[in-house]
């Protein structure tokens, strides 16, 4: 018998669950998002306002392939959801009924209180609301300043210089994301902003922003004074749990859900970055916000949904980004700060590093760490799950070559080296 399930948020991972919805069943589809009338790739956001890209260029399905595929879009801000009656209130005053209900309802950005963060001029950017936003308070400006040194704020900076804004760049840690990256991979990065004349100010704070009617300068907590018309704050995003604390459904940092994504209210579910795991065997990160995940957590939820009670399993650690025109991408486990267990080989020309880890009493590789070169996922991955030694990884590094540049690397070359 067919069900009507109804899914909020439409971001990668309700996306994908309604898709995957579709090819598992003949269940009536709903999608509710506020923030657009289609599915977009959140990443792109910086490419429409560059403009390499078009809001219509970042729409991976044609606007026909939801009516095609049966699949409902509704254009509203769901505040609540009746769970005894299994209703979603929406705040034009429609209700939509539901037998199973899917939360992907994403992040939100974090605000901490500084004084002036709310005057005109100053912001987040998470979602196509943001964007609109930015184009209004960056007309004209002459300098623009961003906090936070995570990838929004990268990617913030980018989004200026790209325009000809003059950018300074607040980043708190003592090096660039250094919480997450090696030294070496930190201090890469710290060359490519300051490379692309970016005013880069590393173990600094905002101390409060300045008005009186709009932002016209920041002051730190090292006493400066910078002027300035837009502040981006990008210190990082928090689970959007607001519709589950609504109707009691229970949440911590996100809404709470087991390996199957069920939270405590039957019938009701949660997923991709909204979503925080309460049961062993998932691994240590408990909210998981990335593109990647948001996408798995879809894909096998919607198994679930249609009466294929799935587990979710993490498997191998993937993460990719770009920093201006370093590209990086990460396999496994390779930590900021490597245990007394791992042995962490590098290889590094000029801008281009690879490092390698294993466990040094096993031999057996344990992750990869890339940038400006590019390596195949799945070779990756295969190493990794296989447990093989890492002599016999370097030897076969061709195997993982995912394009010409790699292939032509000093980096590449050194790397096969170490193991003759």
């Given at each position: 018998m067919a069900r009507h399930i109804v899914i909020i948020g439409n971001g990668v991972a309700g996306i994908?669950?309604?898709?995957?919805?579709?090819?598992?069943?003949?269940?009536?589809?709903?999608?509710?998002?506020?923030?657009?009338?289609?599915?977009?790739?959140?990443?792109?956001?910086?490419?429409?306002?560059?403009?390499?890209?078009?809001?219509?260029?970042?729409?991976?399905?044609?606007?026909?392939?939801?009516?095609?595929?049966?699949?409902?879009?509704?254009?509203?801000?769901?505040?609540?959801?009746?769970?005894?009656?299994?209703?979603?209130?929406?705040?034009?005053?429609?209700?939509?009924?539901y037998d199973a209900l899917l939360l992907a309802t994403g992040s939100k950005s974090n605000l901490f209180g500084w004084p002036g963060q709310d005057l005109p001029g100053v912001q987040g950017l998470y979602g196509m609301q943001d964007l609109a936003l930015m184009e209004r308070?960056?007309?004209?400006?002459?300098?623009?300043?961003?906090?936070?040194?995570?990838?929004?704020?990268?990617?913030m900076a980018e989004m200026l210089h790209a325009r000809h804004i003059p950018v300074t760049f607040l980043v708190r840690e003592k090096s660039y994301m250094d919480y997450l990256f090696p030294e070496e991979e930190s201090a890469l990065i710290n060359d490519e902003i300051v490379a692309h004349g970016i005013d880069l100010r590393l173990g600094t704070e905002l101390k409060s922003i300045i008005g009186p009617d709009r932002a016209s300068a920041i002051e730190t907590n090292l006493g400066d004074r910078i002027d300035c018309q837009f502040v981006g704050l990008t210190a990082g995003v928090h689970p959007n749990t607001d519709?589950?604390?609504?109707?009691?459904?229970?949440?911590?940092?996100?809404?709470?859900?087991?390996?199957?994504?069920?939270?405590?209210?039957?019938d009701v579910y949660a997923a991709g970055d909204c979503a925080e795991f309460n049961a062993d065997g998932i691994g240590s990160r408990r909210v998981e916000q990335l593109w990647y995940?948001?996408?798995?957590?879809?894909?096998?939820?919607?198994?679930?949904?249609?009466?294929?009670?799935?587990?979710?399993?993490?498997?191998?650690?993937?993460?990719?980004?770009?920093?201006?025109?370093?590209?990086?991408?990460?396999?496994?486990?390779?930590?900021?700060?490597p245990g007394p267990h791992i042995q962490s080989?590098?290889?590094?020309?000029?801008?281009?590093?690879?490092?390698?880890?294993?466990?040094?009493?096993?031999?057996q590789v344990l992750g990869f760490n890339t940038?400006?070169?590019?390596?195949?996922?799945?070779?990756?991955?295969?190493?990794i799950r296989?447990?093989?030694?890492?002599?016999?990884?370097?030897?076969?590094?061709?195997?993982?070559?995912?394009?010409?540049?790699?292939?032509?690397?000093?980096?590449?070359?050194?790397a096969a080296a170490t193991s003759d």
């Open positions: 994908t669950a309604a898709r995957f919805v579709r090819k598992l069943s003949d269940h009536r589809i709903t999608v509710v998002s506020s923030e657009t009338d289609h599915f977009y790739a959140r990443t792109a956001l910086m490419y429409i306002y560059m403009g390499h890209m078009r809001y219509r260029e970042t729409k991976p399905y044609e606007d026909h392939f939801w009516t095609q595929n049966n699949i409902d879009l509704v254009r509203g801000y769901a505040t609540q959801v009746d769970t005894q009656s299994k209703v979603v209130r929406i705040a034009d005053g429609v209700d939509i009924a308070n960056t007309r004209g400006i002459r300098r623009g300043v961003v906090v936070g040194g995570g990838l929004i704020g990268i990617e519709i589950a604390r609504a109707s009691g459904i229970h949440a911590n940092k996100g809404i709470l859900v087991n390996e199957f994504f069920e939270t405590n209210v039957p995940t948001g996408r798995a957590h879809g894909k096998t939820v919607a198994y679930t949904l249609c009466g294929h009670r799935t587990p979710y399993r993490r498997g191998v650690f993937f993460n990719s980004a770009k920093f201006f025109t370093v590209e990086y991408q990460t396999y496994g486990d390779v930590p900021a700060r080989q590098l290889f590094r020309q000029g801008r281009s590093l690879l490092r390698v880890n294993s466990d040094h009493r096993t031999g940038m400006g070169l590019r390596l195949r996922q799945d070779q990756c991955e295969a190493w296989s447990r093989t030694p890492v002599d016999q990884v370097l030897k076969s590094l061709a195997k993982a070559r995912f394009d010409s540049e790699f292939q032509s690397s000093r980096v590449y070359r050194r």
